[in-house]
């Protein structure tokens, strides 16, 4: 497979195109040194024309001095972003921080603007952890193409980018726990409501629904959603569901806003939850802890998948690594109200 990392120019091919040694670029890119000033201004030359971004990670291992690295959402601000909205990405930024500062990185938190403007506008940084990107994910797009290190949180959404190091989160084997429950809750028609955007997690979720319908005959519902629409995209998409499957009995809603908004929406309309409709989500965050009922998620155990994506970043911004992939620790089902129609 074709690698998506261009070429990083480096120091050596600037001294080339400038017609002098190595140190010399390093002295007169850095004011250090006795560079006489044609030849400085020649190397700068030389440096703008091949849009070389010098490796500040190398400068500062050799100063001493720490790198920076960020933790950027890939959701839209409507899921992940707001005062109470950070639960997915202020979990994994707890241990990340800490991960990061024991190996001399200081991290950045980048929450999702409101207003849509590229944070790498803003940021001046060695590398970044990024969650669950999506196929055309523009911060991921930067970033490669700047030559950024990234590391991705969840595998990103196209196979295209299977080389950017990554922790696996194990989407398929998550959905599949949430199915199985539901139907020991003797659920017999389970809608699936996933967002538009091509994320690996909702591919492998609806691989999944789709062997659990082929296996047991139940029908196929599936709906997608806008995720910039946030908790009013899935009373929405509750509207939908029961205007076209009045019959349904469960939701399997993998964003946490869409399963808040669309329990809503469900008692709203006289309907029982968990013992008309069970309702279930993947991340097991703080909406899912404080909607009424409480959802049944899943533990992903992001405390363990921080520590597993630093680590790779680090190793990454050291030199290049071997193995890309990291498996996070198998998902474990979190019963809640929402679901119990049965005893465990």
């Known amino acids: ?13 600037v001294a080339r195109r400038a017609g002098v040694s190595p140190t010399t670029v390093s002295h007169a890119l850095n004011g250090r040194g006795q560079v006489d000033p044609q030849t400085r201004q020649r190397v700068i030359e030389a440096a703008q024309e091949l849009d070389y971004r010098p490796n500040r990670h190398a400068q ?3 100063t001493g001095g720490a790198s920076m690295i960020a933790l950027m959402s890939s959701m839209p601000y409507a ?3 707001g005062a109470s ?20 990185l200081a991290m950045v938190l980048v929450p999702p603007l409101a207003s849509g403007a590229s944070p790498l506008d803003m940021l001046d940084i060695d590398g970044a952890l990024l969650v669950e990107p999506s196929a055309d994910d523009p911060q991921l797009a930067s970033m490669i193409a700047k030559g950024l290190p990234v590391v991705s949180i969840g595998r990103p959404g196209s196979p295209d980018l299977d080389d950017v190091p990554c922790v696996d989160l194990r989407s398929a084997e998550t959905v599949e726990l949430l199915l199985g429950h539901m139907l020991e809750q003797d659920a017999q028609k389970i809608a699936l409501v996933l967002g538009t955007a091509q994320r690996n997690s909702y591919m492998e979720a609806e691989d999944a629904y789709l062997r659990m319908i082929s296996r047991t005959g139940r029908p196929d519902i599936r709906l997608r959603v806008d995720e910039a629409c946030g908790e009013h995209g899935g009373r929405e998409a509750a509207e939908q569901l029961l205007s076209t499957h ?4 469960a939701m399997l809603i993998l964003v946490d806003a869409f399963a808040v908004g669309a329990a809503q929406y469900v008692q709203e309309t006289g309907r029982r939850v968990p013992e008309d409709m069970l309702i279930a989500t993947r991340y097991d965050g703080i909406r899912a802890r404080t909607c009424e009922p409480a959802l049944t998620a899943v533990n992903m155990h992001l405390d363990e998948v921080a520590q597993q994506a630093t680590s790779l ?8 690594v071997t193995n890309t992939r990291l498996l996070s620790p198998r998902p474990e089902l979190v019963i809640r109200a929402s679901t119990l129609r049965k005893a465990a």
Not at 86 to 104: C, D
């Open 1 to 13: 497979m074709t690698s998506t990392r261009p070429y990083r120019i480096t120091i050596s091919d």
């Open 60 to 62: 500062r291992l050799r």
């Open 79 to 81: 899921v992940a972003g």
């Open 85 to 104: 909205r950070l639960g997915f990405l202020m979990e994994v930024a707890s241990v990340a921080a800490t991960s990061a500062l024991e190996r001399g």
């Open 246 to 249: 009045p019959d349904i009995d």
């Open 313 to 320: 970043l680090f190793e990454r911004l050291s030199g290049p």
